[in-house]
């Protein structure tokens, strides 16, 4: 009797609790991180259990949660990469958390990095919480940099001459990726933006265009090669069989990379930029999503206090390489940093980094931005016609 009593407490207790599915983007190390982080999460408490579900990449994750949101399935907590969060908030499919966040200590708050605490306010309202945080980076082949005597470049005319002198029968001296993250890179590091402050597509804009015809020229002339989203994987393989010396992309992809075998040193650099120039913040805010009950939105709310640990995020970088969140995590992260320097490349680069576009539109204009890259880099198309097609697309677009 006393084995069934036990038995029926234990049943009545996980009845309890308040499940928080949650919805994630994270593969390699930082689901395993993720994973570890819940389960932790609910072994520290008996009110809530939180349910990790990695569903493909950014892109993959944002059809299936529209998906959902249409039939009825979407989880409680959701990563919402950067751009698709505006358009998440517009259309009414997120909560705002104001209620619950103004429960936080000021000592809390003020410990955060400002840029990643204040993209979660759309409208002075809060719906996101800041989760994992990026800049686009250089990676180079630092043997064959120093094997020829050059130094890394921290301009785009250095870059051209280094990416040139890196070029061989063989290789190209860089891997041009036709997607829209590493192409506003090299916009706002030229000092241009690809929306305009008044939140209108600014695809036909001199930096872009000079951009986009910088890339070209160097395509004609046999100095880069290009790869669209599709072959992305492609593009990690020809940088690590030297077929390709630089290539651009975050600082969260170094832990998959390592499980790579390189034969060569592998450098890390910020992004070339002219004077004022910036780069873009990258990453994801966690969403709680309409429908969850109140109980559910304390749930993913705690479970991100937990994740916002010191501790915690010392293990998120370590395992993820993204940015930290707050202060007091960084003197915890000095001993990894020191291990290999180039892994501070990201957090350093913070201090000249600017938010992403936060106009919900420009989730589906990047689509058009995608082609008009394509058309230019891969078709030949004149890099201004391409750009101009592009501004059109988006102008029209609801």
Not at 17 to 36: K, L, N, Y
Not at 80 to 109: C, H, Q
Not at 259 to 286: D, H
Not at 336 to 345: A, L, Q, S, W
């Amino acid at each position: 009797m006393r084995r069934l009593f036990l038995l029926l407490l234990l049943t009545g207790t996980a009845l309890a609790q308040t499940e928080v599915t949650f919805w994630h983007s994270m593969d390699g190390p930082a689901e395993r991180a993720i994973q570890q982080f819940a389960n932790a999460f609910n072994a520290s408490q008996r009110s809530y259990r939180v349910t990790p579900r990695l569903i493909g990449d950014y892109r993959e994750g944002e059809t299936r949660l529209l998906a959902a949101l249409r039939t009825g399935g979407a989880p409680v907590l959701f990563q919402a990469e950067i751009l698709l969060f505006p358009r998440l908030v517009a259309e009414g499919a997120v909560l705002p958390l104001d209620e619950l966040a103004s429960s936080l200590p000021k000592a809390f708050t003020d410990d955060l990095f400002e840029a990643a605490w204040e993209y979660g306010l759309i409208n002075n309202r809060r719906y996101g919480l800041p989760f994992n945080t990026s800049t686009p980076v250089l990676y180079f082949n630092e043997s064959q940099l120093r094997a020829k005597g050059l130094r890394v470049p921290g301009n785009w005319r250095d870059f051209e001459q280094v990416a040139r002198a890196l070029t061989s029968r063989s290789a190209k001296g860089f891997i041009a990726l036709s997607e829209s993250w590493t192409f506003e890179a090299q916009v706002t590091s030229r000092g241009g933006n690809l929306v305009t402050a008044e939140g209108r597509p600014n695809f036909t804009s001199r930096e872009a265009v000079e951009t986009l015809e910088f890339l070209q020229r160097l395509g004609r002339e046999g100095v880069i090669s290009v790869r669209n989203l599709s072959e992305s994987f492609f593009a990690q393989a020809d940088f690590i069989r030297t077929k390709g010396m630089m290539v651009m992309a975050s600082i969260a992809n170094w832990p998959a990379a390592e499980n790579a075998s390189f034969a060569f040193k592998l450098g890390v650099a910020p992004v070339p930029r002219e004077p004022g120039g910036k780069v873009p913040l990258g990453g994801a805010q966690l969403v709680v999503l309409r429908g969850a009950s109140p109980e559910q939105q304390r749930g993913a709310f705690e479970f991100w206090r937990f994740l916002m640990e010191p501790q915690n995020i010392k293990a998120w970088v370590e395992a993820s390489y993204y940015v930290p969140l707050r202060k007091s995590a960084t003197p915890l992260l000095e001993p990894f940093y020191r291990e290999n320097p180039y892994r501070k490349v990201a957090f350093e680069q913070v201090a000249v980094a600017q938010p992403r576009p936060r106009t919900p539109q420009f989730a589906v204009w990047r689509n058009f931005l995608e082609e008009a890259l394509e058309k230019a880099l891969k078709g030949g198309v004149p890099a201004r016609q391409a750009l101009e097609e592009a501004q059109r697309k988006a102008e029209a677009a609801r």
